[in-house]
C-alpha cells in the first residue's frame, strides 16, 4: 500500500511541476506586461496643432489650452486623429514585442517543458507495474481459491484405493436444481498404523463432487467433524472453496488417523451456498448424514465411570488421560435430535480461567462429543479442583436446551 501511495504522490508531484513549466512558458499575462513595458519606451510624439477657436499654433507638449485664447482642444479633431494614430502605433509595437518575448520564452523554456513531461511519463511506470504486478496476482491467486478438479493420488507417497464399503443410496449431500453437491465414494491409503483400541488405524479421503450449473461462481462452505459416532474438532474437514460457474468440479477432503480405515457414516453439520454478492444464498437447516454399508463405530465407552453430569438428554464425562497428561471432556448426545455447545466457563477459585475451546460445536443424534486433550489446570497446576459449566442449545427443540451449571473437576494430576 505504501508504494501504490509513493506512486500516486510522485505523479502529483511531477504533473505540478509540469503545470508549473506551462504557466512561465505560455503565461500570456506576464509576457503581455513584459511587452507593453517595453513598448511604453518608445515615446508618444504628441503632435503641434492648430486652435480652433483663435487659429494660433498650439504645442501640447507645453500647453494644456490654448496660449492665446485659452482655449480647449481635447475635442479638437486634428488632436484626436495624431494621437489615436500613436496609440495604435503603440498597440502595434507590444503586440510585436510579445511575439518577440514569446518566442524568446519558448526557446529558453523548451528543455524544462521537456523534462518536465519526461518525467510525467516516467513516473507513470512505477504505478502500472505495481498494478500490473497486482492485477496478475490477483488472477494467480484467483485460480488458488477456485477449487479445481483433483487426482486422488496427488503426492508420491500417496497410494490410495476405492475403500471395499459402498455409499448408501445416491450420496447426494445438496441439491437445488442449479447446485448439487455429492458424495463419489471413500478411499483407503496403503499405509496405516498401530492403534490401541481398534488395532490398527489409517487415512481416509471421501470424493466430493460439485455441480455448479449457474452462470456465476459460487462459494461452499462445509464442515464435518462427526462420523462413526463420535465428533472431535480435530478430525474431519471444514470447506471453504469457490467453484467456477458451469462447471463439475470432482476433489477429495482427507480424514487422518481413522480406526481401521472404515467410516460408516459422517455427518455434515454446517452446510451453505452462495454467489459473491449473496444474491444467491441456501443454508442447509439441518446437519446431513451419508452412510455406507460398512457397520463400525468410534464411540468411547465410559463403562465403570460415573458421569459428572447427567439428566435424560445428554451425559458428560471428564477424565484424565495419563499418557497426554490432559482432561478429556467427553458430551453424550442421548437424543434423536442435535444440539449446539454453545457456550462454556471455566472457573477456578471464582476466577475465569482458560477456556476449554468449545464454542458452536454441534453434535448430531446419539453422538458423543469428545473436546480432546485439555489441561483444566493450566496456569495453576496446584490447585484442587476447577469448575466448568456448558450451554446445550437444540435448535429444533429450543424447550429441551439447558446450562449444566458449574461441575465439579478434580486434579488428577496431584
Not at 141 to 155: C, F, P, Q, Y
Not at 243 to 264: A, L, M, N, R, V
Request: glycine share 6%.
Amino acid at each position: 500500500m505504501a508504494v501504490i501511495i509513493g506512486s500516486i504522490v510522485l505523479i502529483i508531484v511531477n504533473f505540478i511541476k509540469l503545470v508549473k513549466v506551462k504557466n512561465e512558458l505560455f503565461g500570456k499575462a506576464e509576457v503581455r506586461r513584459a511587452a507593453k513595458r517595453a513598448a511604453e519606451k518608445i515615446k508618444l510624439k504628441d503632435p503641434v496643432i492648430t486652435c480652433d477657436y483663435c487659429g494660433c499654433k498650439i504645442d501640447t507638449h507645453k500647453d494644456k489650452v490654448c496660449p492665446n485664447c485659452g482655449g480647449p482642444y481635447d475635442k479638437d479633431k486634428e488632436w484626436i486623429k495624431r494621437h489615436d494614430l500613436d496609440e495604435k502605433t503603440i498597440d502595434k509595437t507590444t503586440k510585436s514585442a510579445f511575439a518577440d518575448l514569446g518566442s524568446t520564452i519558448k526557446e529558453r523554456k523548451a528543455p524544462a517543458l521537456k523534462s518536465a513531461r519526461i518525467k510525467l511519463l516516467l513516473s507513470f511506470i512505477p504505478f502500472v507495474l505495481i498494478v500490473f504486478f497486482i492485477t496478475i496476482s490477483l488472477i494467480i491467486a484467483n485460480r488458488k481459491i477456485t477449487r479445481r478438479t483433483e487426482e486422488l493420488n496427488v503426492n508420491s507417497y500417496d497410494h490410495f484405493t476405492e475403500a471395499d464399503y459402498k455409499i448408501e443410496g445416491d450420496g447426494i449431500i445438496y441439491n437445488d436444481g442449479d447446485v448439487t453437491i455429492s458424495v463419489t465414494g471413500f478411499f483407503v491409503d496403503g499405509f496405516q498404523r498401530k492403534n490401541e483400541l481398534f488395532g490398527n488405524e489409517g487415512e481416509v479421503k471421501v470424493g466430493i463432487k460439485v455441480e455448479n450449473n449457474r452462470k456465476e461462481r459460487i462459494q461452499v462452505t462445509m464442515t464435518c467433524y462427526s462420523l462413526n459416532g463420535v465428533t472431535r474438532s480435530y478430525q474431519g474437514f471444514y470447506l471453504y472453496d469457490w467453484f467456477d460457474k458451469e462447471s463439475t468440479t470432482t476433489f477429495y477432503e482427507q480424514f487422518y488417523g481413522i480406526p481401521t480405515q472404515t467410516i460408516s457414516e459422517l455427518v455434515i453439520t454446517n452446510l451453505s451456498v452462495n454467489d459473491s454478492k449473496y444474491t444467491y444464498n441456501r443454508n442447509a437447516s439441518k446437519p446431513i448424514t451419508i452412510k455406507t454399508d460398512a457397520d463400525f463405530s468410534m464411540a468411547p465407552s465410559f463403562e465403570g465411570q460415573e458421569p459428572i453430569f447427567t439428566n435424560d438428554l445428554a451425559d458428560i464425562y471428564c477424565s484424565y488421560k495419563e499418557k497426554y497428561e490432559r482432561y478429556e471432556l467427553c458430551v453424550v448426545n442421548k437424543t434423536d435430535i442435535y444440539f449446539k455447545i454453545e457456550d462454556q466457563l471455566t472457573y477456578k477459585e471464582g476466577t475465569p480461567t482458560q477456556s476449554l475451546y468449545i464454542y458452536n460445536d454441534i453434535v448430531p443424534a446419539g453422538y458423543t462429543f469428545v473436546s480432546g486433550n485439555t489441561d483444566l489446570f493450566m496456569g495453576d497446576p496446584d490447585a484442587e479442583e476447577v469448575y466448568i459449566s456448558l450451554m446445550l442449545v437444540y435448535p429444533d427443540d429450543p424447550a429441551k436446551s439447558f446450562s449444566t451449571g458449574f461441575m465439579k473437576i478434580k486434579n488428577e494430576k496431584k
